[in-house]
Nanobody, 120 residues
Framework: VQLQASGGGLVQDGGSLELSCSVS????????VAWFRQAPGKDREFVAA??????YYTKSVKGRFTISRDNTKNTAFLQMTRLRPEDTAVYYC????????????????WGQGTQVTVSS
């Protein structure tokens, strides 16, 4: 199983980025996919998750970030708008069968991170 996150970069305060998570080696449509982030010196933080159809967000990104998935391409996305300097972190995608587990940070599969830096 492989999860490949991409799309990170440097953006100004208020800007937008879209992250992608390409997944292989599992039946993608049956898994919950989630995004997490970890800022320097901080613990890993849940950002958003999507079951086969329903999204769920942490409060700090609700209304600014949108998680989606394309089951035909085995890919999940995180559209990030109105980015803030405090969104700066390494962003990771993860996949698990259990929605309740993954939103608490327990996931069977993890991808490598992609760096998002928001300058003020």
């Amino acid at each position: 199983v492989q999860l490949q996150a991409s799309g990170g970069g440097l953006v100004q305060d208020g800007g937008s980025l879209e992250l992608s998570c390409s997944v292989s080696g599992l039946t993608f449509s049956t898994y919950v996919v989630a995004w997490f982030r970890q800022a320097p010196g901080k613990d890993r933080e849940f950002v958003a998750a999507i079951s086969p159809s329903n999204p769920y967000y942490t409060k700090s990104v609700k209304g600014r970030f949108t998680i989606s998935r394309d089951n035909t391409k085995n890919t999940a996305f995180l559209q990030m708008t109105r980015l803030r300097p405090e969104d700066t972190a390494v962003y990771y995608c993860a996949a698990d069968k259990n929605f309740g587990y993954i939103i608490t940070g327990v996931s069977e599969f993890w991808g490598q991170g992609t760096q998002v830096t928001v300058s003020s």
